[in-house]
């Protein structure tokens, strides 16, 4: 349970909310390398942590985020032209490339000095993981100090593939991110989709999963890292059940990923941008270091197709106010919820607690013991940052790559702490 202040410190990111401040000192995931794939290609329209901005590939392949509004008239640079290394607003053909300086000014008499004093907002980026990344504390020539970028925690190697399914959420990106730490839902809300089965671990395919475990009730235990926090969730397996456990392992690396236990074709992960306050991108991600799952029958199978599932803006087709066309047949045939694909069951329960749910009604109990670390943590993280401390996650020397999920039967005399550690080398389980 959180107190108002609590819970507005936790969600609120806009203006000069800490939430948000502290999250500009992270590189953020701005949208998906595939959406600037092409040099001149469309404008991407992005909004982060209430800030409105145009990701665009330059003439050279250069990679730009800036402002979406031009500052001569405040036009939407979206519709502009991506040419000869910059972007053209349509209304007066002011013209910035992507450090957001202007290289033409049409409209303007040939002896001005006004495209000298113009620089428009345009912020550092990086590529990696299958992300355009962006960091929103540091304007490109303000002299200020840029962190350096490192690769995210799925990416392992220059080799790693990865698929990603986007959703938009319309609800606060805490919200979203406490679905991927609670372990317990799974086994009811996706019940139809992972189901058990006497299997050594978790299997995948194109359609379902099977998992060694009947257990609805697991035992979570949490641990606190420089990063963030990893915590296990203990089961009951269905064979051996008194001499082992059935152990999976989710990690979140603070403030945006989550690293969810791998079977035996990819490794999950989830990614959650805070658009404003009450709107979230929801990126899905299969990674693997050798084929994984094709990005296409991962999407289908996430019901995140563009053009199916979703518009071109990646809001969903199945929404609240047509109760994500749940399907009341499939439910009296077995289907448990009679919503298409695991995030879209996810969003309904998310989305249906409101933009900012209140947290102080709510009444918690043993299986949201990683949920309520969740919120003590990153509570008191944007409290010592608003009072000068380094951003939670900014300072830890953990190598990103070291990083990953886990899931195994052991014996019940393990430490699951011991396990797949982040200091350690490759974890066998680490969706080879």
Known sequence: MLTAEENDLLCRVEGDAPMGRMMRRHWIPAC???????????PVRL??????????????????????????RRASLVFARNEECGLRCLYHGWKFDVEGKVTDMPSEPPDS?????????????????????????????????????????????ATTRVGIAKMH????WAQVLEGA?????????????????????????ETVATRPSTDKAPRLQVQQTEFGMRYAAIRRPITNADTHDYVRITVFVAPFVVMIPPNNVYAPVQVTVPMDDTNT???????????????EVWRKRSGARVGVDLDENYRKKRTFENRYLQDRKAMKLGDFTGIYG??????????????????SKEILGASDVAIVQFRRMMVEAVRAFRDGDPPIGSADAVPRTSIRAFEDIVPKSTDWRDLARPDEGPASQAAE
């Open 32 to 42: 998906m390398s595939e959406e600037v794939a092409e040099p001149d290609g469309d």
């Open 47 to 72: 909004r982060l942590l209430g800030e409105d901005l145009i990701a665009f590939r330059d003439s050279k392949g250069r990679l730009g985020v800036i402002g979406e509004y031009c500052p001569h």
């Open 113 to 157: 000095k006004l495209k000298e004093r113009v620089r428009h907002t345009a912020y550092p980026t990086r590529e990696a993981g299958g992300f355009v990344w962006v960091y929103m504390d540091a304007r490109i020539g303000d002299g200020a100090a840029v962190p350096e970028f490192r690769p995210p925690p799925w990416a392992k190697s």
């Open 169 to 172: 959420v319309a609800a606060n």
């Open 181 to 205: 730490i609670d372990s317990a839902h799974s086994s009811s809300l996706h019940s139809s989709n992972i189901r058990p089965a006497k299997v050594a671990q978790t299997m995948a395919t």
């Open 281 to 295: 991108m929801f990126y899905f991600l299969n990674t693997s270091e050798t084929a994984g799952l094709d990005p």
């Open 342 to 359: 695991i995030p879209t069951q996810d969003m309904a329960m998310w989305e249906t607690m409101g933009g900012i749910a209140d947290r």
